[in-house]
């Protein structure tokens, strides 16, 4: 009986057409070939290859979908009438099924993430899960998501993981705290032993090992720490009292066998100045030295808490929306079996949708947050509440507890190793390791400038501790967001949302990204530029002397560089930038006689190029400068500096940056413009 039905076929299920279940689901979505790329032959187009391939007419999809076909249900749903109206009338559709091009950085081990390309396009893409009984397990490793994300169980799994990487990672060994090496403890830290009686404790010093939360506080928190109950705290902390974030990390943390933790609200003294000052300033050790930091992501305010169940993201076939996070059952065509088994498929992008949000861990409350951002990347071990998952990260991996799929690329950014290494080695300029630092250096402002700061004065010091650990390696003066040996390349900053008003109170120069509010990229990866601009001075003046990555009250940048005048022109949906010159020989002279600036009225001579305005406040300036900075990859860019709002004083220039340009260097020489013959000035800029 046994052998029958081994030998058998599994049933047509009536959740597939013919076309499908013959088919890619034959094939087994063509999970057991080589990962659908691109081959590549001089002379011809590019071939797409591995996978499964197969034709099948739009009309036939739809007609296939209409009878309930749940495959052609996704395809017919995430193909749009714009790719419809540029593939050929009346062809048939090639269909392409498998690994995606993306599957490294996926886990567990052997994880199945799916592309599905329509006429080689990418039309949706997800990953295959199945239960840990179903005969589709042998196939495919991934398991479903955790959603009891307190339960023991899931805090077992998440202890096992924890265990793992501290005991099976030799990567982490070297920048991960371990038992046999203890870090010396926080000032004040969270008893735990007893969740019914926690209790402030004062650490004396002493060494040991302490979990540490990174939290949204979204509201007021009454019961924090202050110079009046404190004394009581030391006794005794009535859970009830506390908001649910807070209990739940108190829970966590015993559930792991770890007997402190620590929480701003309640280890710092919140009506302490003096207090408030002495740990902030440490809060880049206290997480950097956490045994692992629990990270309340999904949390929007500290009273929702982090451990409930997470909602099934499964559907019904007939209430699917593919533009939504869900997850869809699918048939799995086993050989051996005489019933179909069960996958499911998590999609994580579609079109028209693009990416679904919902499955990025950047897309969490707690991603949104400035603060939060150094809380994150200094610690080397997290364990993280997602919306839809229990992850474990650690600098060798990130894994959704229970062997859940579980994609790295979806995660932010970790540090460069060297960052974290307690005794960094010397990186020469320009090597492979210091080029991977700057780089994530970049990353960093993108991410932070992103997210939000209760408090804007303290943009700079928010993300100080990520400084601090960053000019350890860097071993170069830090200058309000920018680095003295690369201030040439780090002013070349582009701030993507140019609706915000300028603050009205100063934080910053106007040379430093801190200065604004909004996401800031930067328009270049690379150090190969030549310098056609020089550094005379450069400086800042420090709120508080103690805090040298802190806030700033001053700056001053002084270059010697070419002034061009220019102004904006707008219109056409787009910010551009019109050089206001008649000839080239008005470039080389920005100033009249007496050193004064020249307005310069438009003419049919100028030329067109591309600018980045900061602040669309600034679009009516009249008085505009494009100021060259760096020559490479085919480009000119520099900074636009307009005169800043202070008396003019004798003999001194006093600029602040309005943006940024990039120009193609063949329209340069198509201007007449040669470099080297304009003259230099040195500008200050504030």
């Not at 011809?44 to 009309?59: I, S």
């Not at 990270?295 to 209430?319: C, T």
């Not at 069960?342 to 949104?368: F, K, Q, V």
Request: overall charge negative.
């Amino acid at each position: 009986m046994s052998l029958s039905i081994t030998q058998q076929n599994p049933p047509q299920p009536a959740a597939l057409c013919d076309l499908c279940w013959n088919g890619p689901f034959g094939a087994q979505l063509g999970l057991a070939r080589e990962q659908v790329g691109f081959h590549s032959v001089p002379g011809k187009p590019a071939r797409l290859t591995g996978g499964y391939h197969y034709k099948a007419y739009w009309e036939t999809l739809v007609a296939n979908a209409s009878k309930g076909c749940i495959w052609c249900r996704m395809l017919t749903a995430t193909i749009e009438e714009e790719q419809l109206s540029r593939w050929p009338p009346g062809a048939p559709l090639e269909i392409v099924v498998g690994i995606s091009l993306h599957s490294l950085g996926c886990t567990p081990d052997g994880a199945q993430p799916i592309s599905v390309r329509v006429n080689r396009e990418v039309c949706l893409g997800g990953a295959l899960y199945t239960s840990e009984d179903d005969p589709a397990a042998e196939y495919v490793p991934a398991r479903p998501r955790v959603l009891d994300v307190g339960s023991p169980r899931a805090l077992a799994l998440a202890k096992a993981c924890v265990q793992e990487c501290e005991h099976g990672h030799g990567r982490c060994t070297a920048v991960a705290v371990s038992r046999d090496q203890p870090p010396r403890l926080p000032t004040r830290l969270i008893d735990c032993t007893d969740i019914r009686r926690p209790r402030l404790v004062v650490t004396s010093g002493g060494r040991g090992i302490y979990l540490a939360l990174s939290y949204v506080w979204g509201e007021a928190q009454p019961h924090r720490t202050t110079t009046v109950n404190i004394a009581n705290y030391t006794e005794w902390i009535d859970p009830a009292g506390l908001p649910q974030t807070i209990r739940d990390a108190i829970r966590v943390t015993h559930a792991l066998g770890i007997d402190y933790l620590w929480i701003d609200s309640l280890c710092i003294i919140q009506d302490s100045d003096v207090d408030k000052q002495r740990e902030i300033g440490r809060m880049r050790n206290i997480y950097r030295n956490a045994f692992l930091t629990i990270i309340a992501a999904s949390a929007l305010k500290v009273s929702e808490g982090f451990l409930h169940v997470r909602p099934s993201v499964l559907r019904p076939s007939e209430h699917l929306d593919f533009r939504e996070f869900s997850d869809i059952v699918l048939p799995y065509k086993h050989r051996h079996h005489a019933w179909a088994p069960c996958t499911y498929i998590s999609l994580d992008w579609t079109l028209p949708t693009g990416a679904i949000d919902d499955n990025y861990l950047t897309a969490e409350p707690i991603c949104a947050r400035g603060w939060c951002m150094q809380e994150y990347l200094m610690s080397p071990r997290v364990l993280i509440f997602a919306s839809h998952a229990l992850l474990v990260k650690c600098p060798t991996t990130t894994q959704s507890v229970g062997r859940a799929y579980h994609n790295m690329n979806y995660a932010p950014d970790q540090l460069p190793d060297v960052v974290l290494d307690p005794n960094p080695p010397h990186l020469p300029y320009g090597s492979p390791k210091w080029l991977e630092v700057f780089r994530a250096w970049q990353n960093v402002v993108w991410d932070f400038s992103r997210r939000g700061i209760t408090v804007p004065s303290d943009r700079l010091l928010a993300c100080g501790g990520v400084a601090e650990e960053f000019q350890r390696v860097r071993r170069t003066d830090y200058l309000a967001g920018l680095w003295r040996d690369t201030l040439l390349l780090d002013l070349h900053w582009h701030c993507r949302d140019a609706h915000h008003p300028r603050p009205a109170e100063y934080r910053a120069p106007s040379w430093s990204w801190a200065s604004l509010d909004g996401m800031v990229v930067y328009l270049h990866d690379s150090i190969e530029w030549d310098a056609l601009a020089e550094v005379v001075r450069c400086n800042v003046i420090l709120e508080d002397e103690t805090l040298p990555f802190g806030q700033v009250r001053g700056g001053s940048l002084v270059l010697r560089a070419a002034l061009i005048p220019c102004v904006w022109l707008t219109g056409d949906e787009r910010w551009g930038l019109r050089i206001l010159l008649s000839s080239a020989e008005r470039a080389r002279h920005p100033f009249d006689d007496a050193g004064n600036e020249d307005e310069v009225e438009v003419d049919a001579g100028q030329g067109f190029v591309r600018g980045y305005i900061d602040r669309e406040d600034d679009v009516g300036v009249k008085r505009m400068w494009a100021a060259p900075i760096l020559r490479g990859e085919g480009f000119v860019k520099g900074l636009l500096v307009a005169r800043a709002p202070t008396e003019r004083q004798p003999g001194r220039r006093l600029y602040r940056r309005v943006g940024a340009f990039a120009i193609p260097q063949d329209k340069l020489l198509t201007l007449g413009w040669n470099h080297e013959s304009l003259d230099r000035v040195e500008i200050e800029i504030v």
